[in-house]
Structures are given as structure tokens and as C-alpha cells.
């Protein structure tokens, strides 16, 4: 009896969650009688197509009804959330579910950027590559950089190469192309430290405003940790504003 034909799947990041032990992070064949779909042959392997955002065959990206002949190797990519793939076909547009980032030392007004804006964004002045690269690992964040060399490197699992130079059009690419447009959340996490602010009545913090602060602003939030005070003032529109450019 002829072999029937085989193609090569690889599924790559926390797809693997969806697959048994022996079939995680490495390459492994599954039958394809006659002309079979990519959708069809992920979601054989057990792997919901919902969660896939990204297949390439033979180094060329596909769309789910691409059919397979047999032979071709087929490498399969969760919601994106790492690789600049751009240049490629994005099987749904979505933006990524839990955005967490750290940032390289060269990116700490981004960074401030990113947690007015809400985003949870670590970052410290003296982390070389290595320790960056195993916060993302560990942590699951993705690095944000200028430097291509890091995202090269074959561990890092995400990434995302920043273009532009000054940080405001930073913060706007990176909202843009990570698609972070509807989890943007202002006033929610300080700026300085990353810790997620809480409310605070007027009063806990009158003696530690401005007086033309005092004047003007009812809504006040503190930041548990470094104590901080925060009120929707100019940063905050400010930022609102190059938002709002994004937005637009
Ligand atoms: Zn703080």
C-alpha cells in the first residue's frame, strides 16, 4: 500500500499548549489524502484555529484555505504577539490579548508613555540584553527595541522593532501596530514604577498639590507604591492627544 502524503507542521509558541507533550515545539507529520486546507490540518492536530493568526508554508504566508498537497512544511503562529510580520498576510486582524512589555534602556520615555497609558511596561536604566530578553521570557512581555540585534537573537520569542525616534510617535506606532487601540486604559498605572494606581479622595492628598492644582481638579489617584500623586492634568492630555492622533 502507497505512502499516503504527509506534510510537516510546526506549531510554534503557546500553541504548543494545545498539543500532546510529544508534539510541542518540534516538527511533526500528519496526512494529507488528496488536497486537504491548512485550517483543516491545525485544527486535526488539535489546535483551534481561532488561536492561530499566522501560517506560513514552505516560507511563503497563506490564508486558511491554502490547500496542501503533501511535503510542503507549514509553520503555525498564535495571535501576534511577537514577530514584525507585517510584510506578511495576518490571518485576522486583532489586537494582542494581554500586552505586557519590557522595555530596552533606550526607550524610557516610551516606556512612561506606554503606562499613562495603562500598559504594563517594565523597564530599568542598567538591564543589559540578557536580563531583558529573560524578563520576556519569563514574564511573557514583549521587548520593545531599536536594536533589530536583540529581536534576532533565537530565544526571544516576542518582540517588536521600534521605527520612529521621538517617543510620543513611538507610543503612537506601537499602539498602532500592536493594535492596543481598544485596551487603552489612562489613568490606571504610574508612570514612574508600573504600579496600578488607586483612587484617592481630595482631601488625602490637598496638602501636597499645587494651589492652582487644588483649583482645578476634583479626580485624584495615588500610586501605592511610590506614592505618587496623579491628576488628569497636562501630561494626561497631552498624551490623550497623540492618542487621539492614533486613534484617528
Ligand atoms: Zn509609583
Given at each position: 500500500m502507497a505512502a499516503r502524503p504527509t506534510v510537516e507542521l510546526r506549531f510554534y509558541e503557546e500553541l504548543n499548549d494545545f498539543l500532546p507533550e510529544e508534539r510541542r515545539k518540534?516538527?511533526?507529520?500528519?496526512?494529507?489524502?488528496r488536497a486537504r486546507s491548512v485550517k483543516d490540518a491545525i485544527e486535526?492536530?488539535?489546535?483551534?484555529?481561532?488561536?492561530?493568526?499566522?501560517?506560513?508554508?514552505?516560507?511563503?504566508?497563506?490564508?486558511?484555505?491554502?490547500?496542501?498537497?503533501?511535503?510542503?512544511?507549514?509553520?503555525?503562529?498564535?495571535?501576534?504577539?511577537?514577530?514584525?510580520?507585517?510584510?506578511?498576510?495576518?490571518?485576522?486582524?486583532?489586537?494582542?490579548?494581554?500586552?505586557?512589555?519590557?522595555?530596552?534602556?533606550?526607550?524610557?520615555k516610551l516606556a512612561r508613555h506606554l503606562r499613562m497609558a495603562g500598559f504594563d511596561t517594565l523597564y530599568g536604566t542598567d538591564w543589559d540584553d540578557?536580563?531583558?530578553?529573560?524578563?520576556?521570557?519569563?514574564?511573557?512581555?514583549?521587548?520593545?527595541?531599536?536594536?533589530?540585534?536583540?529581536?534576532?537573537?533565537?530565544?526571544?520569542?516576542?518582540?517588536?522593532?521600534?521605527?520612529?525616534?521621538?517617543?510620543?510617535?513611538?507610543?503612537?506606532?506601537?499602539v498602532a501596530a500592536l493594535q492596543l487601540e481598544g485596551l487603552i486604559a489612562p489613568f490606571t498605572r504610574c508612570r514612574e514604577c508600573n504600579t496600578p494606581l488607586e483612587d484617592v479622595p481630595r482631601e488625602a492628598v490637598l496638602d501636597r498639590l499645587p494651589p492652582r492644582v487644588r483649583e482645578l481638579y476634583d479626580r485624584f489617584k495615588r500610586c501605592p507604591t511610590c506614592r505618587r500623586v496623579y491628576w488628569e492634568g497636562s501630561h494626561f492630555r497631552r498624551m490623550e492627544g497623540v492618542l487621539e492622533r492614533v486613534r484617528g
Open positions: 518540534r516538527a511533526f507529520a500528519v496526512e494529507v489524502d486535526s492536530a488539535g489546535v483551534p484555529h481561532t488561536e492561530v493568526d499566522l501560517v506560513i508554508v514552505d516560507g511563503r504566508s497563506v490564508d486558511f484555505a491554502h490547500l496542501l498537497r503533501g511535503g510542503e512544511r507549514v509553520a503555525v503562529y498564535p495571535m501576534f504577539e511577537a514577530l514584525d510580520i507585517a510584510p506578511l498576510v495576518r490571518l485576522r486582524p486583532r489586537p494582542m490579548r494581554d500586552p505586557r512589555f519590557v522595555a530596552d534602556t533606550h526607550l524610557g540578557d536580563r531583558i530578553v529573560a524578563i520576556s521570557l519569563g514574564e511573557r512581555r514583549t521587548i520593545l527595541t531599536r536594536d533589530r540585534g536583540m529581536l534576532r537573537r533565537r530565544e526571544v520569542e516576542r518582540g517588536y522593532c521600534v521605527r520612529a525616534v521621538e517617543s510620543e510617535a513611538q507610543l503612537g506606532e506601537v
